[in-house]
């Protein structure tokens, strides 16, 4: 039986939260999720959620999924591929080819890491081409690495590799960075970080792991013996299956109101996939939350922001 009252893709802070919003309104939830925890699960060092004075993150979202899963939210491992209306309800497919059905959606897509797009990159992903740096910095002790960007993200990676590997080179295209004073001034006094700068990367080369990078400089091609190159070049969301269904700004973010709803009736989006600013858990979880609460009303149909006496709180 494929039939939901509301499929939430995404379990990550908002699509979790959302969860546990929408199971203890007694609707019929299903999580549908590439991974379990999103880029909270990527990070060991949670020390901003409020209540949690400590967690890792991959701890904090087992918790966040098991408290949905308390109330019945049932989590599948999954890609969505395509979302279509079925008159009065949704039609989710998903890669492994399976269907479902629901009143409402809500998406918790969040963000990726965007790619180079240069050739050995996918060849070499997770062997060598690393696009988390505080998850796998520490595999790198006493090699030679490369971080590609001019952020705020690839001067805390190159800082934090800069503890660790031997030699760190900061790649950048340009000549000016977009990373706060502060890092590049900390950067620029670490003996370990070379910055190459108007430097574009044409290739990641090697055998089994990445050996090289090859860029392109004003005084012509280099090849730089690097072990590990670390992408971070910004994120993007993954927003290219519902182009069309639901309108996004020019940086591909879902376009919501004030209570989650997307330009599609019974449509609704939370978290770092959405215009909202400051990309935070905190914020994301939040989102979540007001989203199922909208979803909720939705199905009822009542007005998408009626507050009740016990919002929130039913037991
Ligand atoms: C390294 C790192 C450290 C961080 N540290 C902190 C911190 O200390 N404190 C803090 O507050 N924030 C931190 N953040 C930011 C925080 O992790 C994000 O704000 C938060 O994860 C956003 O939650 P989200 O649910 O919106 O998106 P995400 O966490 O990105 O989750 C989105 C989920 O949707 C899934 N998904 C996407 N598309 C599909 C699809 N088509 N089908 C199925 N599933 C799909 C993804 O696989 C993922 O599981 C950190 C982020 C990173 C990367």
Redesign the pocket.
């Known amino acids: 039986m494929n039939e939901y009252d509301v499929v939430i893709?995404?379990?990550?802070?908002?699509?979790l939260s959302a969860a546990l919003y929408t199971s203890r309104r007694r609707l019929k939830t299903l999580i549908?999720?590439?991974?379990?925890?999103?880029?909270?699960a990527?990070?060991m060092?949670?020390?901003?959620?409020p209540g949690v004075d400590f967690s890792t993150?991959p701890d904090l979202m087992k918790n966040f999924a098991a408290q949905a899963k308390k109330f019945g939210a049932e989590l599948v491992l999954?890609?969505?591929?395509g979302i279509s209306r079925d008159g009065q309800k949704f039609s989710v497919s998903t890669k492994s080819g399976k269907t479902y059905s629901a009143k409402a959606i809500i998406l918790?897509?969040?963000?990726?890491p965007r790619e180079l797009d240069v050739a050995g990159e996918e060849k070499f992903r997770n062997k060598g081409v690393v696009y988390?740096a505080?998850?796998d910095a520490p595999l790198f002790k006493d090699k030679i690495v490369a971080v590609i960007g001019g952020g705020n993200a690839a001067f805390d990676s190159a800082l934090l590799l800069s503890k660790i590997a031997a030699k760190v080179y900061l790649i950048h295209r340009r000549n000016e960075f977009r990373a706060e004073n502060i890092l590049v001034e900390r950067a620029k006094q670490t003996d370990k970080i070379e910055f190459i700068l108007n430097a574009i990367v044409d290739s990641i080369e090697g055998k089994d792991f990445v050996d090289s990078v090859v860029i392109s400089t004003p005084s012509g091609k280099k090849t730089l013996a690097v072990e590990g190159v670390f992408v971070e070049i910004g994120q993007i969301v993954?927003s290219s299956?519902i182009k069309g269904l639901v309108e996004l700004n020019d940086a591909g973010e879902i376009i919501i109101d004030n209570v989650n709803q997307t330009s599609a009736s019974g449509i609704f989006a939370?978290?770092?996939?959405t215009i909202v600013p400051f990309?935070?858990?905190?914020?994301?979880a939040g989102e979540?939350a007001k989203a199922a609460l909208a979803a909720y009303n939705y199905i009822q149909g009542q007005s998408l922001d009626t507050a009740t006496a016990d919002q929130g709180y039913i037991k």
């Open positions: 893709v995404g379990a990550g802070a908002a699509g549908l999720s590439k991974d379990m925890g999103g880029q909270t990527t990070t060092d949670i020390e901003n959620y993150g999954d890609e969505v591929i918790g897509l969040g963000k990726r988390c505080t998850c993954p299956f939370a978290g770092d996939a990309k935070q858990m905190v914020v994301s979540g």
